[in-house]
Nanobody
Framework: QVQLVESGGGLVQAGGSLRLSCTASRSISLRDMGWYRQAPGKQRDLVASITSGGYTSYADSVKGRFSISRDNAERTVYLQMNSLNPVDAAVYYC??????????WGQGTQVTVSS
């Protein structure tokens, strides 16, 4: 079973930036991946995704501010988050679709944005 380890979360002021990383325990080159987030009392929502071929998609709320990328050699997916505001505060989860079509999740990393 693939393991996903996120890093890069933390506390940032409104308008600031953070870069999240997610490193997998095995090759990701053929896997679609993405980032979800979940705020307290809310459902987990897709923020951004990237296919194995590099096609990206974003939630409307983060378009133009967030950027997802991948480095297959490093088995890592990144989420660059700019112009952060308090509504972006949440636990961010890395997601990977396995070869059997199942969902794999990281443990989550907290992002806090102060106003």
């Amino acid at each position: 079973q693939v393991q996903l380890v996120e890093s890069g979360g933390g506390l940032v002021q409104a308008g600031g930036s953070l870069r999240l990383s997610c490193t997998a325990s095995r090759s990701i080159s053929l896997r679609d991946m993405g980032w979800y987030r979940q705020a307290p009392g809310k459902q987990r929502d897709l923020v951004a995704s990237i296919t194995s071929g590099g096609y990206t998609s974003y939630a409307d709320s983060v378009k133009g501010r967030f950027s997802i990328s991948r480095d297959n050699a490093e088995r890592t997916v990144y989420l660059q988050m700019n112009s952060l505001n308090p509504v972006d505060a949440a636990v961010y989860y890395c997601w990977l679709q396995t070869a059997t079509g199942r969902d794999a999740w990281g443990q989550g990393t907290q992002v806090t944005v102060s106003s």
